[in-house]
Structures are given as structure tokens and as C-alpha cells.
């Protein structure tokens, strides 16, 4: 489902240099990552253009055209050289809504992280729908 690098867009300025500042070892799960949630949020009716910028220091995916979904964030995982994460926002209730569906599938950490491992394949369609379902949070929660 991820698009090929050629057709991302380029990221503004600072999200790049956050970006080329991951771990060596990072970069390219986290671009596979990256990739993922710009494909989903295309393939996903009514999300419409994503903003990408840094929230937190991570980069982050904002819904601001439409306002149809929660920030989506993506970066390391403090302290591990091997694992990265993306993240929403804690009072969604979203991660539990994963734990329900993908809990024996992916790694979910508290209320707001799913958690990777870069030695292990990224299970995309899981990953997609929860991404999904991020960026439809507040559009499916007015019933649009």
C-alpha cells in the first residue's frame, strides 16, 4: 500500500531535518512508516490533504483542510537503537480500540504508542487501518 518513494511529497524544511536526524538504523523503517501514512491518508475517504510538520519534536500528521482526524506522530523510541513508534494523542481511546482488534498482532504500549521493531517486517494492513482510523477520529466521531 505504501506509495514509492518518487511520488512522496518532499517534507517542509524542518520536518527533513528531523527526519535526517533519526538513527541510521531508523531511517528506513521510519521512511516505510512515513510512506504508509501518506498512502493510507490518500486512500482514505474524506481525510483530504495531510499537513506534515513537527509536534513534540516528532514529525506529525495533522488533518488541518478538513479536521476529519487526531495528530498522527512517527519517531524512535527513546532508548532503542532497534524500535520506533507512532503515536496519537492519549485521550482518544484509539490504542485501546487497536488493543481490541490487533492486539495479538502489534505491539501497543499505554494509550497512545504502537511500537516496531525495525528487525521485523512492518504488518502493513494493520498498521494502515489503524492509521485509518486515526485520521478519521473526529469525522467518524460526528458521524461524517
Do not use: K, N, Q
Amino acid at each position: 500500500m505504501a506509495e514509492p518513494a518518487s511520488h512522496l511529497p518532499a517534507p517542509p524544511a524542518p520536518v527533513a531535518a528531523a527526519m535526517a536526524a533519526w538513527p541510521e538504523g531508523l531511517r528506513a523503517p521510519l521512511g516505510v512508516l512515513r510512506r504508509l501514512v501518506l498512502a493510507t491518508a490518500a486512500a482514505t475517504p474524506g481525510v483530504g490533504p495531510l499537513t506534515e510538520a513537527l509536534r513534540w519534536g516528532e514529525v506529525s500528521f495533522l488533518t488541518e483542510a478538513t479536521g476529519a482526524g487526531t495528530t498522527v506522530r512517527i519517531g524512535p523510541v527513546r532508548g532503542s537503537a532497534e524500535c520506533y513508534a507512532m503515536f496519537v494523542h492519549c485521550r482518544t481511546g484509539l490504542v485501546a480500540r487497536y488493543r481490541d482488534l490487533y492486539g495479538g498482532v502489534l505491539r501497543l504500549e499505554g494509550a497512545r504508542a504502537v511500537v516496531f521493531d525495525r528487525r521485523a517486517p512492518l504488518p502493513e494492513g494493520p498498521v494502515a487501518h489503524c492509521i485509518a482510523m486515526a485520521l478519521r477520529y473526529h469525522a467518524d466521531r460526528r458521524g461524517r
